[in-house]
């Protein structure tokens, strides 16, 4: 396909590009109907990203190109039928570019011969273009992506992968990319800080940013790595490293099935998540309690120290392990945002750094990893996923076995992050300062969550009714303390994200140091009381909010009368050991949220400006 000269575009006028969240990729080839694969493909990584979607598929009629803006629904309602067997398919998070059927993917070169798709960002690009320009090339978006397309064009004599290899080398940036030609069935694709995985099957092959793509249709997986470039066919698919030359790799086989990322009756993919903790947190206990106790994870005698480094929920999740790790094994802990931790000053201390990330692929922990490395810590991931990016920068790894999440918004993720952090607490004092009984005690609490927490989820219409408080409010404010002050800063959280009314978590011990003025009768309270050290306290700061005519919705223990003479509405949870109590608080939160946007009519499963998770930083 030698290049022409082509008209120059005009120069565009369009956005700057912008660091962002994250996209979907899918390929195929083999027998089957590609159209449908990769169409199926996309509804289930939408959770990745809907402002725009688009598939081009590989047959007789050449390359064959549909995309428009909005989601996959959207573009499967105006699609022709389009026959052939290899493929790709992009569903996209606007970065770079508004969402426009012009900015979707996959994008073509000047010859339609070739198409691209890609998640990530290309740091270089308006020097990229520039030079493309000057030889020729004609840009038609506002894409970064583009610039990838057109190089492609630019190196392509008959080789597809080397092509794509010349291309990357130009290239300052992140990505998972994937690009098909005309005539050819085979997919070449590559990776950097950006999720790719391989499905295998017989006589067919897939490619997705996540194993919940291709679950239909096998169970092989195989991760790529960072730097590393595939050639996939339907009768093999070939992996290479960084420096050209030929690799094997083991595919692990996935527990998942497919019905576990379906709706399963539920009205919303959060819903079916929140009701699925039980099960989550029987798993996660069932996976790793024993082998943790036992000493498969974790030498006690030589931490000093434990600094847990998180973003979003997962920081809050942290937060909780902070306190449970210091009441349980008596080893400071700090925790820190992973975004900052770039920041912080190398110490003295040498800490064992704990990441977490529920994918595996969240770029400011793996860059929060990377430094742990380079200073000598030793590190340990607490993570979702198996064969994720943090799982091969860390010196261990804590498997949460939540099972596949859809939801942009965290619930049973966060519930077995706390489970992991109770394990790994309780492990710790087991050598330290714990006695016998409290080990039992905290032990049989731990394997008597699943039920405590189905009892909570048993007043889910019991919240819906309680949560009518909180529909027309413009501001909530969630009030904790000790190791609830966390929970309440994720049931914030959780609230603003999917019900977008302005919330803030607060330690309610700071009210006087200015939340105090803020509250009235239009700005309701939701507060936890729980039977621990700062019950008293906290029936203080309720009592002292309620005298500002706020509305106050208490989270207390069942049979808690003094919390119930002074709240607007109580809300019970069975009572469980202090320290433990987050995990049942939890839920009531996540409940609390859901039925307030879903009664606000709000895309619960589709937060607006919010993706999965975070994998550009």
């Known amino acids: 396909m030698p290049h022409q000269q082509r008209g120059s575009s005009q120069k565009q006028s369009g956005k700057q590009e912008h660091r962002g969240l994250m996209c979907g990729i899918i390929g195929y080839s083999g027998p089957r109907d590609a159209q449908q694969v990769l169409l199926e493909g996309l509804q289930r990584l939408e959770y990745r990203g809907y402002d725009s979607a688009g598939i081009a598929i590989v047959g007789a009629e050449g390359l064959q190109v549909f995309k428009d803006e909005g989601d996959v629904a959207k573009l499967m309602s105006g699609m022709p039928l389009i026959e052939g067997h290899s493929g790709i398919g992009h569903t996209r998070w606007a970065t770079c570019g508004r969402p426009s059927k012009e900015n979707a993917h996959p994008m073509v070169d000047c010859d339609h011969c070739l198409a691209v798709v890609h998640n990530g960002i290309i740091e270089n690009r308006g020097e990229l273009k520039e030079r493309l320009e000057n030889l020729g090339h004609t840009f038609t978006s506002e894409t970064d992506t583009e610039v990838l397309v057109h190089l492609l064009e630019e190196y392509y004599h008959g080789d597809l992968r080397q092509a794509l290899k010349r291309t990357l080398e130009d290239v300052k ?22 999720p790719l995985i391989v499905g295998l099957g017989a006589e067919e092959n897939f490619l997705a940013s996540d194993i919940t793509a291709v679950l239909n249709y096998t169970n092989k997986i195989i991760y790529i790595e960072d730097g590393e470039m595939l050639s996939l066919t339907p009768q093999e698919v070939q992996i290479f490293n960084n420096k050209g030359e030929k690799i094997n790799k083991d595919y692990i086989i996935v527990s998942w099935t497919a019905e576990d990322a379906q709706k399963g009756g539920f009205e919303h993919y959060m819903l079916k998540e929140i009701f699925e903790q039980p099960v989550s947190i029987h798993n996660s206990l069932l996976g790793n309690f024993d082998k943790i106790m036992a000493g498969e994870l974790l030498s ?141 005690r905290y032990t049989h609490g731990l394997k008597a969550m ?168």
């Open 173 to 194: 940036g992140t990505y998972a990319i994937a690009a098909v030609c005309q005539g050819h069935e085979e997919i070449v694709a590559a990776r950097k800080e950006n």
């Open 450 to 617: 699943p039920r405590t927490v189905a009892n909570v989820l048993a007043k889910s219409e019991e919240i819906s009714a309680a949560v009518d408080m909180l529909t027309e409010a413009q501001s909530v404010f969630f009030l904790g303390r000790h190791i609830n002050y966390p929970t309440m800063l994720e049931g914030a959280l959780k609230l603003k994200e999917i019900s977008y009314i302005h919330a803030e978590g607060y330690a309610a011990g700071e009210l006087k140091h200015g939340p105090l003025a803020l509250l009235d009768a239009d700005t309701p309270i939701v507060a936890s009381c729980v039977w621990d050290m700062s019950y008293e306290k906290m029936l203080s700061a309720i009592s002292e909010v309620a005298a500002r005519d706020s509305p106050v919705l208490g989270i207390g223990i069942e049979g808690d009368r003094d919390l119930e003479a002074i709240v607007d509405q109580a809300i019970c949870i069975p009572e469980v050991e202090g320290i433990l109590s987050p995990l049942p608080l939890t839920v009531v939160v996540q409940l609390i949220a859901y039925h307030t946007a879903r009664k606000r009519g709000c895309p619960i499963d589709r937060p607006k400006n919010l993706a999965k998770s975070v994998t550009v930083d």
């Open 300 to 440: 006690a005698q030589d931490i000093s120290s434990i600094k847990l480094i998180a973003c979003g929920t997962s920081y809050n999740a942290s937060l909780v392990g902070k306190y449970a790790i210091e009441a349980l094994s008596g080893i400071p802990a700090t925790v820190e945002l992973a975004s900052e931790c770039r920041y912080s000053s190398e110490t003295k201390e040498d800490p064992l750094v704990i990441l977490v990330t529920q994918s595996g692929e969240t770029a400011d922990t793996l860059a929060a990893a990377r430094l742990a490395k380079k200073r000598g810590q030793r590190t340990l991931a607490i993570t979702n996923v198996v064969g994720s990016t943090i799982t091969r920068e860390v010196d261990e790894v804590f498997y949460t076995q939540a099972g596949p999440e859809i939801g942009v918004a965290a619930t049973k993720t966060y519930v077995t992050q706390l489970m992991a952090m109770y394990m790994l607490a309780l492990k710790l004092g087991k050598s330290r300062m714990l006695r016998r009984d409290e080990i039992h």
